[in-house]
């Protein structure tokens, strides 16, 4: 199956600090690289669509300059938190489409907690 | 807008059978898929419907109606390790998926 690799796990990180996350597909080329954002017990937001090689799409609302994405390569995208304040505080998801198996099924990064002090 | 509906939470013994419903209103559609998350987890995929009709994978199967605009997931002989979060997500073309907020599945002993 396909499997997606997140990095670091949990974070704590003092305010103003900037912070990043990097997502990887191990055994597939993602075409697709999602990034989510989920508070406790509510479910998943998007934050931005990202593809390999051009600019990350972001939902309304997001503001890009304050997170950074970049999908440099097929399996591998990166977002930077960028001066983080507590209210950034939460749990970061990424995810990844385009498996030949399954192009439609979205595999899961584990998550980064995000604790911004 | 776009929306999915689906209840806030659902509680059923061991061995039972539960129904979770979802409903969808969204500018587009490509399939429905199902995620299954464990409290502190990622979500990990379930199924995925993209024809009516219904898919068996196990002890867990999934529906859709797309003239109905729904579709529901169906959990058999229910264990423990089924208490969970399960989110229905619409697939809507544009490489983005919709998410529903999700129910919260509690299976009592």
């Known amino acids: 199956g396909a499997v997606v690799s997140q990095h670091p796990s949990w974070v704590i990180c003092k305010s103003g600090t900037s912070v990043k996350i990097e997502c990887r597909s191990l055994?597939?080329?993602?075409?697709?690289m999602f990034w989510y954002r989920q508070f406790p017990k509510q479910s998943l937001m998007l934050m931005a669509t990202s593809n390999e090689g051009s600019k990350a799409t972001y939902e309304q609302g997001v503001e890009k300059d304050k997170f950074l994405i970049n999908h440099a390569s097929l399996t591998l995208s990166t977002l930077t938190v960028t001066s983080a304040h507590p209210e950034d505080s939460s749990f970061y998801i990424c995810s990844a489409s385009g498996s030949q198996e399954a192009k439609n099924i979205q595999y899961f990064g584990a998550g980064t907690r995000l604790s911004v002090l | 807008g776009q929306s999915l509906e689906q209840p806030s939470e659902v509680t059923a013994v061991e061995g039972a059978i539960v129904q979770i419903n979802c409903t969808y209103q969204?500018?587009?559609?490509?399939?429905l898929s199902w995620y299954q998350q464990h409290d502190g987890g990622a979500p990990t995929f379930l199924s995925y419907n993209a024809l009516d009709g219904l898919e068996e994978t196990g002890r867990f199967s999934s529906f859709l109606s797309r003239s109905d605009s729904y579709g529901y997931l169906l959990l058999q002989e229910l264990q423990m390790k089924d208490s969970a979060s399960y989110f229905c997500?619409?697939?809507?073309?544009?490489?983005?998926?919709?998410f529903g907020a999700g129910t919260r599945l509690f299976v009592k002993a």
């Open positions: 969204t500018s587009g559609f490509y399939g």
């Open positions: 997500a619409v697939e809507n073309g544009g490489f983005k998926t919709i």
């Open positions: 055994d597939f080329q993602a075409t697709t």
